[in-house]
């Protein structure tokens, strides 16, 4: 499961260093305001970016910040299409355009635009996947329901560009030209900033898709809330996050802050190791990483898989390590002979064996069916395994409860 492929002639994918994308920003309204640019020093500021280590340019015209004044979309085309103009033939960097709507996405592509940034995910204009498909472009997609960034936690980003592929794909769009982002910062106020916690610690979790993944990071809400500082003062978190994110599977990083993010993608980069693969001929061989079931799905149904077929399967696809502590030596040898009845197994001292040993620890294996078939029947038995069995089923749900994993 190896991302591999070009975007724009430049090659993108988990063997290739991660690439900086600029943002070049035309909006008042931004909620970082030292962001703004003059378009009329737009193409200084495109040169001055590429120099400093960006191989994509982000041009944006329309704040998409919560407390944003809105604008026309006559305004937004007004004020990217000159520098697009400008920036024509100048800029030796993909251009790409951030906009949701898709007279506006039609216009720049005539214009030399090479990548269409939508924060929708093509939910705010329906024919934007018609524009795209139209001009073969390569597309960002955030994820996005019903408005940009509405997804709460992980599981809802996954299942909401898993939705967005699917309609782009259903419409005529190239799924090797989807781009994707997982919609960090706070588009609504519902989400917390334990929302963008968990997007970032479970980054790997996208790698799910085989597409290259975007992080837009940089000043974020998110960061501000850790330290307390307001965006002008955030640069070092942001580099802290896009640091995390390129060694957690990102590709391509959107930022503010140019010249210290080339050199953070490119040592996280050099860190991450490559994935395992063996190519021979027409066979290939390759490691799938999955941490959820939701996850294992959606990889079984890109192969074609039934729902049925994957919801049976998907519980047998997690494999954990559990560690019991403190069992006396009975307890330990009816899990393991519980747990082995399962097609799981189980570790002890070799002194619990033979009975030389009152209590010892217990290193238990399985899959998340095993474990939780496990659980069910030591409900049902004798001295303190019912506790235990309380404690598994305790232990599993935690991995994937936010207010647990995130608020100290």
């Not at 506006?104 to 018609?130: Q, W, Y």
């Not at 082995?340 to 064996?353: E, K, Y």
């Not at 010892?360 to 506790?387: C, F, I, N, W, Y």
């Amino acid at each position: 499961m190896v991302v591999d492929t070009e975007i724009c002639g430049i090659k993108i994918g988990d063997r290739y260093p991660a690439h900086v994308m600029g943002i070049i920003n035309f909006s008042p309204e931004s909620f970082y305001g030292n962001s703004v640019v003059n378009p009329d020093s737009a193409l200084e500021t495109a040169l001055k970016m590429v120099e400093e280590g960006a191989t994509f340019l982000d041009l944006g015209a329309r704040s998409t910040w919560l407390h944003a004044e809105p604008i026309s979309r006559k305004q937004e085309l007004e004020r990217i299409l000159p520098v697009l103009e400008a920036l024509k033939g100048n800029v030796d960097a993909v251009i790409s355009v951030d906009t949701m709507f898709s007279e506006i996405a039609e216009e720049a592509l005539k214009r030399g635009a090479d990548i269409i940034n939508d924060v929708s995910g093509f939910t705010a204009d329906p024919r934007m996947i018609e524009v795209v498909a139209d001009y073969g472009c390569p597309a960002v997609v955030m994820a996005s329901n019903k408005v940009p960034g509405d997804p709460l936690g992980m599981d809802a980003v996954i299942q909401s560009l898993d939705s967005i592929i699917q309609a782009a794909e259903a419409g005529g769009i190239n799924p090797e030209k989807l781009i994707l982002d997982p919609a960090s910062g706070r588009w609504i106020e519902e989400k917390l900033s334990i929302y963008d916690f968990e997007t970032l610690d479970d980054f790997e979790r996208l790698q799910i898709f085989e597409k290259p993944l975007l992080a837009a990071l940089s000043r974020k809400s998110f960061i501000g809330d850790v330290l307390g500082k307001p965006a002008t003062e955030r640069l070092y978190g942001s580099l802290a996050a896009a640091a995390i994110a390129v060694y957690k599977g990102a590709h391509i990083v959107r930022t503010h802050d140019v010249p210290e993010t080339a050199d953070v993608v490119k040592l996280s980069g050099a860190i991450r190791s490559s994935p395992s693969i063996v190519k021979d001929g027409r066979y290939e061989v390759s490691v799938v990483e999955v941490k959820t079931p939701q996850d294992a799905a959606i990889a079984m149904r890109k192969l074609g898989v039934t729902t049925t077929g994957s919801k049976v399967m998907q519980n047998k696809s997690i494999h954990l390590m559990l560690k019991i502590r403190n069992l006396t030596t009975t307890e330990a040898l009816i899990i393991k002979q519980e747990i082995l009845s399962r097609g799981g197994d189980a570790a002890l001292t070799r002194n619990a064996v033979s009975h030389e040993t009152e209590m010892t620890d217990v290193l238990v294996m399985g899959t998340l069916l095993q474990l939780g078939r496990l659980a069910r029947k030591l409900e049902g038995q004798a001295r303190s395994l019912p506790l235990i069995a309380e404690m598994i089923h305790e232990c599993i749900a935690k991995r994937s409860d936010l207010e647990y994993r995130y608020l100290r």
